[in-house]
Structures are given as structure tokens and as C-alpha cells.
């Protein structure tokens, strides 16, 4: 069964601190990666896709690595800020006719003043 | 931001009760998604649409239809609710299933079902 976990579950870190999270994946056959932001009560956000080809992404501040032969992804945060503070999801795509994402249950950051 | 919207935003039914949930894209994208989001389950596929009146079933569709008659709107049905239900329910669109799949979520349902 094609599964994804994201370690820890939850993470405080204080202000302008440089944070890493974590995303993994049972099955390396990914077509991308998507990692998302959600913000209590709201939707999701679309951060930063990765496809299978490419090794990482870059948008601002953060930056998105993807290692297929190890069935991990990592989500680099430099500088965090308290508008950081969000749940962080990482989703992946293993194409076919539907497309659909699996989900990894979650990293809830919270970053101190 | 993509232009997803989906009403009702809040529901609150009682159990047995029909029920239908709205997505409306103003982006043209083919793909269409429902999904649902519970404490420790993380995001589900519930069913997802290919195009007008193509549809297929997700992971958790027991007890759910869909139908889509416009590209633009992707209607979820809940025949008979049950509390097992309550949920937060989510669309999501895409232009492509493959590899340039990058998906667009709505802000959300909420529904508790009593």
C-alpha cells in the first residue's frame, strides 16, 4: 500500500531559526511530490511541487528536495517567522487515470516570537 | 489564488437526512476531486471526475455519489447522512493526472452530521 509520513507531527521553534521537515514515501514509482500549507479553519495552499525528474525546488524562502531511490523529501524553511506558523502537508502523485494525491497526515509547526 | 469555491462553507444535518455539497471552478481544469479531512486520517479521496459525466470512486466512497454535468461543477452527494460523515470535505482541481498534476484545493466544507 502506497503510504506517506511526515516526522514529527508537531514542531516549536523560536524566530529566525532555519527548520527542516520531513515527508516519506512506501512506494519510489512517484510522478511529483507536492508539499501544501493549511491554516486552521482554511483550505489548502500549494507550496512547491517537485517532479519525479528534478532533485529540488525553490520558492522564496523555502526550498523543496526530493530523493526517489530513498522515498524522502524534505522541506527546508531558512529564516522562519511567526506567519510561518501553519500545518505543513507534503502529498504524493503516483499518476494513472486518477491523479489523486496521497496524503501524509501533517507537520503542525508553530514558530516563536 | 485558483478559482475554487464550494458551498455551502458550514452545514449542520441530522442523520438520514440527504445532503449536497457544491464545488464551482472558473479555471477549466478536467480534473475534478472530492476528498475529506479527519483527525488522524489525514486528507482521503473520496471521488474524483475526468470530465463531464466521467467519474470514478476513491478510496472512501461508501456512502457518497457525485455528479458533474458542467466542467465547472462538481456536485457531491451524501445520500443519507451518517455521523460517520462529519467531516471537513474538500474539492481540488487539476489541469493534467500525471506528471505536471499539481493540484488546487477549495476552502472547504464543513459538515457535522447530529
Known amino acids: 500500500k502506497q503510504e506517506v509520513t511526515q516526522i514529527p507531527a508537531a514542531l516549536s521553534v523560536p524566530e529566525g531559526e532555519n527548520l527542516v521537515l520531513n515527508c516519506s514515501f512506501t512506494d519510489s514509482a512517484i510522478y511529483n511530490l507536492q508539499w501544501f500549507r493549511q491554516d486552521p479553519g482554511k483550505g489548502l495552499t500549494s507550496l512547491l511541487l517537485?517532479?519525479?525528474?528534478?532533485r529540488e525546488q525553490t520558492s522564496g524562502r523555502l526550498n523543496a528536495s526530493l530523493d526517489k531511490s530513498s522515498g524522502r523529501s524534505t522541506l527546508y524553511i531558512a529564516a522562519s517567522q511567526p506567519g510561518d506558523s501553519a500545518t505543513y502537508l507534503c502529498?504524493?502523485?503516483?499518476?494513472?487515470?486518477?491523479?489523486?494525491?496521497?496524503f501524509g497526515k501533517g507537520t503542525k509547526l508553530s514558530v516563536k516570537p | 489564488d485558483a478559482g475554487i469555491t464550494q458551498s455551502p462553507r458550514h452545514k449542520v444535518t441530522e442523520t438520514g437526512t440527504p445532503v449536497t455539497l457544491r464545488c464551482h471552478q472558473t479555471?477549466?481544469?478536467?480534473?475534478m476531486y472530492w476528498y475529506r479531512q479527519d483527525p488522524g486520517h489525514g486528507l482521503r479521496l473520496i471521488h474524483y471526475s475526468y470530465g463531464v459525466k466521467d467519474t470514478d470512486k476513491g478510496e472512501v466512497s461508501d456512502g457518497y455519489s457525485v455528479s458533474r454535468s458542467k466542467t465547472e461543477d462538481f456536485l457531491l452527494t451524501l445520500e443519507s447522512a451518517t455521523s460517520s460523515q462529519t467531516s471537513v470535505y474538500f474539492c481540488a482541481i487539476s489541469d493534467s493526472s500525471y506528471s505536471y498534476n499539481e493540484q488546487f484545493f477549495g476552502p472547504g466544507t464543513r459538515l457535522t452530521v447530529l
Open positions: 479555471e477549466n481544469h478536467r480534473y
Open positions: 502529498a504524493a502523485n503516483y499518476g494513472g487515470s486518477q491523479g489523486n494525491l496521497i
Open positions: 517537485i517532479q519525479s525528474s528534478q
